[in-house]
């Protein structure tokens, strides 16, 4: 009309991508760093040049120290995939891998809790069933990032002990008793979170390990807070997209999800994989 062309939605969206991809919505975000906003709104509420390039300074150290530690776990990434290329990936197994039996020295691994799954789900939900109290299965996963694998823990109501390092130490446990790879080296990275992983339990746990002969060597690295997405929240990502596209009424059937993609492992508490909790 009046000498104007009509423009479809895709071919908008087309030119848009490649005239103005600087130019986009706010993506949904898990984790925003507390820190990060309270800087940016530092710098914004600066008032003459000198506070502006103090609070952008400030700003550039932190963003620096984030990066810095990203670059260390993309270094430990690394070294571990190089040093597994060419070797056999054993299977979870209840007859392991003798403690440090093998030449691995690079071994790297990350832990970290999910957040929980719900059961019933059904991927057409159902309205009456969007008012109930769905059952919470608690989701733990332990990343062998070298290995390309990822054991993920299946924690019912009624089997959980809560997220304090008693539970996290017996899943971890466990994982290095079933899917140890012989390593007497080991690289962690973990979430900073104190109630979790940083404090002396852990530590007391690594030590333990140390001095019992199942590792030579633990270094465990902590990121920064709200700056630590690694490659276990990837595998929780894949196994979460299959979940929304999937019924799920059992933790048999959330079981049988888990297990779908080729690099992830399900472990039930009363399956013959099952764990000890440990106090």
């Given amino acids: 009309l009046g000498g104007k062309v009509n423009m479809g939605l895709t071919t908008f969206r087309n030119l848009w991508r490649e005239v103005c991809p600087h130019i986009k919505f706010l993506p949904p975000r898990s984790d925003v760093c507390p820190n990060c906003e309270k800087l940016l709104d530092g710098i914004k509420d600066a008032r003459g040049v000198e506070n502006k390039l103090e609070?952008?300074?400030?700003?550039?150290?932190?963003?620096?120290?984030?990066?810095?530690?990203?670059g260390g776990y993309n270094t430990c990434v690394q070294e571990a995939r190089q040093e597994m290329e060419?070797?056999?990936?054993?299977?979870?197994?209840t007859t392991p891998v003798a403690p440090c039996s093998s030449n691995l020295k690079?071994?790297?691994?990350?832990?970290?809790?999910?957040?929980?799954?719900?059961?019933?789900?059904h991927s057409s939900q159902v309205g009456p069933l969007y008012f109930l109290n769905p059952r919470k299965i608690q989701l733990f996963g332990v990343a062998f990032e070298g290995a390309y694998k990822q054991l993920n823990f299946l924690v019912d109501e009624n089997e959980s002990l809560g997220k304090g390092p008693n539970s996290v130490l017996s899943m971890l446990d466990h994982a290095l008793h079933i899917s140890g790879l012989g390593e007497s080296e080991v690289n962690m990275h973990a979430d900073n979170c104190s109630g979790e992983n940083k404090n002396r339990f852990t530590m007391a746990y690594l030590s333990w390990r140390t001095m019992n002969g199942l590792h030579q060597k633990i270094n465990l690295h902590m990121q920064v807070a709200y700056h630590?997405?690694?490659?276990?929240?990837?595998?929780?990502?894949?196994?979460?997209?299959?979940?929304?596209?999937?019924?799920?009424?059992?933790?048999?059937?959330?079981?049988?999800?888990?297990?779908?993609?080729?690099?992830?492992?399900?472990?039930?508490?009363?399956?013959?994989?099952?764990?000890?909790w440990r106090d």
């Fill in 55 to 70: 609070a952008t300074q400030t700003f550039q150290e932190h963003l620096n120290h984030v990066q810095t530690e990203r």
């Fill in 86 to 93: 060419g070797r056999s990936i054993p299977v979870p197994s």
């Fill in 106 to 121: 690079k071994v790297h691994l990350t832990f970290d809790y999910s957040q929980c799954c719900t059961i019933p789900h």
């Fill in 228 to 276: 630590g997405k690694c490659l276990v929240d990837a595998g929780f990502g894949v196994v979460k997209k299959l979940y929304r596209r999937s019924d799920v009424d059992t933790l048999y059937q959330l079981r049988d999800v888990v297990d779908t993609p080729a690099s992830s492992k399900a472990v039930l508490y009363d399956g013959p994989e099952g764990w000890v």
